[in-house]
């Protein structure tokens, strides 16, 4: 059964940073590449990052480009976002799904982690 576990968020100011992590299990980790979605409040859920089975391929959406970057660790079935230069815009729940294809994922939801960015 696959399972992800998210953890890291919280409330930063503008301007700070914040670092999101992903515990899998239940499927093979590294075999897989891995996806970082985000659902504000009133809006639909929508990509934000994703990254190739061995990390080698990435790709972000055009609101995080230059301040998110995803990465893995395949020996510790974790995936990572870090968040730098945290905007007003970028409050939500963060969720992370391995991916069947890479515009496809499969498994189960989790319960997210809430990243609220407030002065």
């Known amino acids: 059964q696959v399972q992800v576990v998210e953890s890291g968020g919280g409330l930063v100011q503008p301007g700070g940073s914040l670092r999101l992590s992903c515990a899998t299990s239940g499927f093979t980790f590294s075999s897989k590449g891995m996806s970082w979605y985000r659902q504000a409040p009133g809006k639909e859920r929508e990509l934000v990052a994703r990254?190739?089975?061995?990390?080698?391929?990435?790709n972000y959406a055009d609101s995080v480009k230059g301040r998110f970057t995803i990465s893995r660790d395949n020996a510790k079935n974790t995936v990572f976002l870090q968040m730098n230069s945290l905007k007003f815009e970028d409050t939500a729940v963060y969720y992370c799904m391995p991916l069947a294809t890479w515009d496809r994922v499969f498994g189960s939801w989790g319960q997210g982690t809430q990243v609220t960015v407030s002065s």
């Open positions: 990254i190739s089975n061995l990390g080698g391929n990435t």
